[in-house]
């Protein structure tokens, strides 16, 4: 399914008004994942900024049941209520939605998830990924890219980041896709299809972050596409096991057309000032070696 970003639904169960950045990559996608599953789910969020975007009752900005739990339980509290539906015969009636941060997946949450991903429970789990805790005012994370200043790698974070999509597809389980918070209709296409499948699926989704990375909120949609042109990000699903790139990455691989280079994307962000040339060049490199292995992939040429 490819949906046109014009025909997206209209219906919205954010409702205007939240107290996320000006820009915010979240509130863009929330949209979008919450009009996939048509409302009819249940949440489960820990601490993070989707948390403040949410809100408090009775002034929440979302319009789903939604519950805050402990920052290491996002998956274990998703498990617990999918089983809980299935008990009382509901469990038809709604999805229930894990949705928290890189930090919060990566880092704290990744035992539960990874528990959960073995039992292959029965909900959707979806990362949203701006590369740091940000709520906590940009501390890096597991997921935090290479050369990243935040608060606790002054001169650039020094690793790159996990590849947590690679990581859960080692548990086996149904679905694993990546998306992005600038392309709404990917997100939606992806949501949708992840409702119709059973078992846990898997949602990795980069969400572009003004105020962390450091650059204008009005340039969100555009950076991020510019990280889909370079291939740092890349679109695409792996279904019961069968991979392929999909959308802006889908063409971008067919069109044989050059990547644009990592160091246009990386000077559009404060985030990465003074990065150094050879830190530069080892990112594009890494870059590249994985880019050739996703196009490897899509043709079926390894797995
Ligand atoms: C057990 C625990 N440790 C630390 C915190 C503090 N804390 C709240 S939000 C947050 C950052 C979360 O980062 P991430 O999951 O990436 O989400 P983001 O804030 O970036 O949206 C931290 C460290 C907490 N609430 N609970
Ligand atoms: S810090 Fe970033 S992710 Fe958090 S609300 Fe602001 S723009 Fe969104
Ligand atoms: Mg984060």
Known sequence: ??????????VSYVLPGNRSCAGCGIGIALRQITAALEGRMVMTVPASCLTVLGGMFPIASVNVPWVNVAFPSTAAAAS??????RATGRAEEMTVL???GDGGTGDIGIQALSGAAERNEDFIYLCYDNEAYMNTGTQRSGLTPAGARTTTTWSGKRENPKDLPRIMEAHGVPYVASTSAAFPADV?????????ITGLRYIHMNTPCPSGWGF???DTVRLGKLAVDTGLVVLYEVENGVFRLTGRSASLAKSGRPRVPVSE???TQTRFRGMKPDVIEAVQAWVD??????VARDAGACD
């Open 265 to 267: 994307y990386l000077a």
């Open 80 to 85: 617990g209520i999918a089983a809980g539906l």
């Open 188 to 196: 939606y296409d992806k949501v949708a299809k992840a409702r119709g």
């Open 216 to 218: 204008d909120p009005k």
């Open 289 to 294: 070696e994985r880019w050739a292995r996703y």
């Open 1 to 10: 399914m490819t949906t046109k970003i014009l025909d997206l639904p209209v």
């Open 98 to 100: 894990a949705m928290a």
